[in-house]
């Protein structure tokens, strides 16, 4: 039994430590060595390719054009500190004090009690907390700025914010700080394994490990529903569900997922899949996989994404079942896209698509969020510089962009547990979804970002000709059903609302509760979260009026959705086994498309 008491640090072994850091350091001389081969390869790199450095820049001449707002938001900093340290040194006397600043609800860097329990972690909490808020506020008040270059400094002022806090470096993190002691100092060789085994997967650039990769398959444990593949191009598997009712509805569903990312969002697992659900209330249920693309597709355009894709796809159905008719789901670019297509058979007079839902999708994109902070000629510019040299854009660049409207969650959050905490990612569904980037082919995703979040094209009568025709979102007549999440921060729901002001037939708008997949996500057992309908026949123009008419019910918005497409699916027929249809099977669902993978 050792005679070191319980509470004593623990100590090294030297000689092990040795040997594990000479291993460490030779693992580290070889990513720097193929870091920098690679960069030797790519050629000459911009020093600023997100135009970060002239909007700074420009807030600083304006700040500069004003001294005394200047002067005034450093004497409020100064005064604030002052009541900090006042509040700490009562506090070190013994007398009772409360938190001045104290972290937001949810947030949880802060989360652990010694934050609060310490004096010292306490003041590093709350002079952290004082200095980010005055120099996100001090940002914020700056005049004179361009909407675009306000919002660009905004993201990323909150960006450098993010990074600097306390909880992210070992010093100054008392969890850190008591693993270090615990473990005598494994928490930091660990995590140094970890950080090096992300650059070896990311071959130089740096791919955080957000789950256990190895705890989920595609076929095995996620996207699970069965089903066939009956009919595949260059660009989409079209995947057909077995039935799992002895009826179905006469028209048959089809889902355009967005190809930003993998279609098994919806199928992650049984309990809470919405494919599987949706079978289950007795629908022919149809979904296209789109292709990992490589280099082959380069040259591959929204428009070969609207015939290969929804349009390509509805012909196979008609193969497959004998019906022309159906109905449809388009999820976020996916949404995108079915507006298109809705509207370009609105100009031809094609009539096949009887109702239509979108979710978390934007035609609009006048006030897009977030993401708009990535969407200047500059940066366009250098986007697709990057993706002439390779034919498409990298699925690991578009996971970064989308995980920095969050970092906290979901960057610096895996930075802590896996670098400093030396811990394993927890295996989460989820986040295995979320780290199986898909890239994006150079053509369709220039003109996607160009014409559409740039130039915003799409809903201008005319403003965008797709195979052959010129089309306009108003001509399209179909019934529509509008999903938005609340919390969406990749398509904020006023930006999704403004779809109601274009389309000309019914539009029933429903806003959910949570985000971009929680939101979504959401089967009726969870009894999660809540949704808000309001029963006017026509949407009035904004979405604050739209909300104030509007009455809040609790739980998963699927029976709504599912009344409402009920009663536009025809009658009930026998079901369809995809195995016996007009079109022969290529194999069993997911498909082979979903499973090629893009880097670790």
């Not at 699970?224 to 799992?244: A, E, M, R, T, W």
């Not at 295996?427 to 980037?437: H, K, V």
């Not at 799409?458 to 007549?477: A, F």
Request: net charge negative; proline share 6%.
């Amino acid at each position: 039994m050792s005679d070191q008491p319980a509470n004593d640090p623990r100590l090294p072994d030297p000689e092990k430590l040795a040997k594990d850091w000479s291993r460490l350091a030779e693992r580290s001389q070889k990513v720097v060595s193929d870091f920098l081969a690679k960069q030797a390869a790519d050629g000459p790199q911009k020093t600023d390719p997100l135009n970060i450095g002239n909007a700074f820049l420009e807030m600083t001449q304006r700040m500069m054009a004003n001294p005394e707002k200047v002067v005034k938001a450093q004497v409020q900093l100064w005064q604030d500190y002052l009541r900090l340290w006042q509040n700490t040194a009562d506090r070190f006397m013994g007398k009772e004090t409360k938190g001045l600043h104290e972290a937001a609800k949810g947030d949880k860097r802060f989360a652990d009690k010694s934050w609060t329990e310490s004096l010292m972690f306490d003041y590093i909490k709350q002079s952290y907390l004082l200095t980010a808020r005055w120099m996100q506020s001090t940002v914020k008040d700056v005049e004179g700025l361009d909407q675009k270059t306000a919002k660009k400094v905004d993201f990323y002022t909150r960006q450098f914010v993010d990074a600097l806090a306390p909880s992210n470096f070992a010093l100054t993190n008392p969890q850190v700080l008591k693993a270090t002691l615990d473990s005598g100092g494994e928490n930091l060789y660990k995590g140094l394994e970890n950080l090096l085994g992300d650059l070896e997967r990311g071959k130089g650039r740096l791919n955080i490990s957000m789950t256990d990769m190895k705890a989920f398959e595609v076929g095995r444990n996620v996207a699970v529903s069965p089903g066939k593949v009956i009919y595949q191009n260059d660009l989409i598997q079209l995947i057909q569900y077995s039935p799992s009712t002895e009826e179905v509805y006469e028209r048959p569903l089809l889902i355009i997922p967005p190809w930003i990312n993998k279609f098994y969002i919806l199928d992650l697992k049984p309990e809470n899949s919405f494919i599987k659900w949706t079978v289950a209330q007795g629908y022919t249920v149809f979904v296209v996989s789109w292709v990992n693309p490589d280099e082959k597709l380069a040259a591959k355009s929204f428009e070969d994404y609207m015939r290969e894709g929804p349009l390509a796809a509805m012909d196979a159905i008609e193969q497959a079942i004998g019906v022309r008719e159906v109905t449809t789901i388009g999820y976020c670019l996916g949404g995108t896209l079915m507006a298109a297509v809705l509207a370009n058979m609105a100009a031809k007079g094609d009539d096949r698509v009887k109702a239509c839902t979108f979710f978390t999708a934007q035609v609009d994109f006048s006030e897009a969020g977030e993401l708009s902070v990535f969407i200047d000629e500059e940066q366009l510019n250098f986007i697709d510089d990057v993706m002439s040299k390779r034919g498409y854009l990298d699925g690991g660049e578009m996971s970064t962009t989308f995980n920095m409207l969050r970092a906290n969650d979901l960057i610096w959050s895996f930075v802590v547990n896996n670098y400093l905490m030396g811990k394993d990612p927890f295996p989460f569904d989820l986040l295995f979804w979320n780290s199986d980037a898909t890239r994006m082919p150079a053509a369709m995703h220039s003109f996607y970002l160009r014409k559409m979040y740039q130039d915003n094209l799409l809903v201008k009568p005319g403003g965008l000709t797709l195979n052959g025709t010129p089309i306009d979102l108003t001509k399209i007549t179909t019934p529509i059903y509008i999903q938005a999440g609340r919390e969406d921060h990749i398509a904020p729901y006023p930006s999704v609302y403004k779809a109601t002001q274009y389309y000309k037939g019914p539009v029933r708008f429903m806003l959910a509760g949570s985000g971009h997949i929680a939101g979504v996500v959401n089967p009726p057992h969870a009894r999660k979260y809540q949704h808000w309908l309001n029963d006017t026949t026509v949407n009035p123009p904004t979405p604050e009026d739209w909300l104030r008419g509007a009455k809040e019910y609790p739980g998963s918005w699927w029976h709504d959705w599912d009344k409402w497409l009920s009663e536009k699916s025809g009658p009930k027929v026998a079901a369809r086994d995809p195995a016996e249809g007009g079109l022969p099977v290529i194999e069993d669902a997911p498909g082979s498309y979903v499973k090629v993978r893009t880097g670790g």
